[in-house]
C-alpha cells in the first residue's frame, strides 16, 4: 500500500494563480480532510469528506475549493492564490472504525 | 480557532528522562489522539484514548484523559534522541473531523 500520496510536494505560484494539490489513497478510505500547517502552530482544518460526492467546510474553508468524484481521490484547489495562503498543506484519510488518521507528506506552497 | 492547547510550546530533556505533554480542550469529545511529527514530514499516529478511559498505554506512551478538566497528558518514557519530534493533540466529536491543538516541540538530547 502506499498510503496517502500528495502532489507535487513543493509548489511556487503567483498572487492570482490558480492550483490544484492532488491527494490520493490506496486504503479504501470513506473520510478524507485537507489540513494546513502554519509555522509553529498547529493543524488547521480546510475542507473533508465522508464520502463520495459528499464534502464539507471546516474551520478555514474560504479560497479552497474541493471535490470527492472517487473514494480514491481529494483533490483541492486554489482558486485564486494569496500570499497568506502560503503554507504546508496535509491531507490525511480514515477508515470507518480506524483508529487514527494516515496522513500524506505534505505539500510545501509559496505564494509570492 | 484551535481546541487544544499544549504546554508547553517546547521542551528540551536529556536522553534517559520521562518527557510529559499536556493538552487543554474547550469543548465535549468523542475522542482524543495524539501524533508526532518529524522535521518536515507529515504526522503519525500514535495513540487514541476514548472519553470513557481515563488511561492508556502503548509501549514507552502513557496518555491520561480527565474529562471533566477537559485536559489529557502524554508521558514518554525512557526517552531516546529519535523521540526529537513536534507532538500534537487531536480532538474529534464523532464527526471524524479533527481539531488539532498547537503542538509541543520535544528535543531529546543525546
Known amino acids: 500500500n502506499a498510503g496517502v500520496t500528495q502532489t507535487p510536494k513543493f509548489q511556487v505560484l503567483k498572487t492570482g494563480q490558480s492550483m490544484t494539490l492532488q491527494c490520493a489513497q490506496d486504503m479504501n478510505h470513506e473520510y478524507m480532510s485537507w489540513y494546513r500547517q502554519d509555522p509553529g502552530m498547529g493543524l488547521r482544518l480546510i475542507h473533508y469528506s465522508v464520502g463520495a460526492g459528499i464534502t464539507d467546510q471546516g474551520e478555514v474553508p474560504n479560497g479552497y475549493n474541493v471535490s470527492r468524484s472517487t473514494t480514491e481521490d481529494f483533490p483541492l484547489r486554489l482558486l485564486s492564490a494569496a500570499p497568506s495562503q502560503t503554507s504546508v498543506y496535509f491531507c490525511?484519510?480514515?477508515?470507518?472504525?480506524?483508529?487514527?488518521?494516515?496522513f500524506g507528506s505534505g505539500t510545501r506552497l509559496t505564494v509570492v | 480557532s484551535q481546541q487544544g492547547e499544549e504546554d508547553p510550546q517546547a521542551l528540551s530533556i536529556q536522553e534517559g528522562e520521562n518527557a510529559t505533554m499536556n493538552c487543554s480542550y474547550k469543548t465535549s469529545i468523542n475522542n482524543l489522539q495524539w501524533y508526532r511529527q518529524n522535521s518536515g514530514r507529515g504526522l503519525v499516529h500514535l495513540i487514541l484514548i476514548r472519553s470513557n478511559e481515563r488511561e492508556k498505554h502503548s509501549g514507552r506512551l502513557r496518555v491520561t484523559l480527565d474529562t471533566s478538566k477537559k485536559s489529557s497528558s502524554l508521558l514518554i518514557t525512557a526517552s531516546r534522541a529519535a523521540d526529537t519530534a513536534s507532538y500534537f493533540c487531536a480532538t474529534d466529536d464523532s464527526s471524524y473531523k479533527l481539531i488539532f491543538g498547537s503542538g509541543t516541540r520535544l528535543l531529546v538530547r543525546p
Open positions: 490525511a484519510s480514515i477508515g470507518t472504525g480506524n483508529y487514527g488518521y494516515t
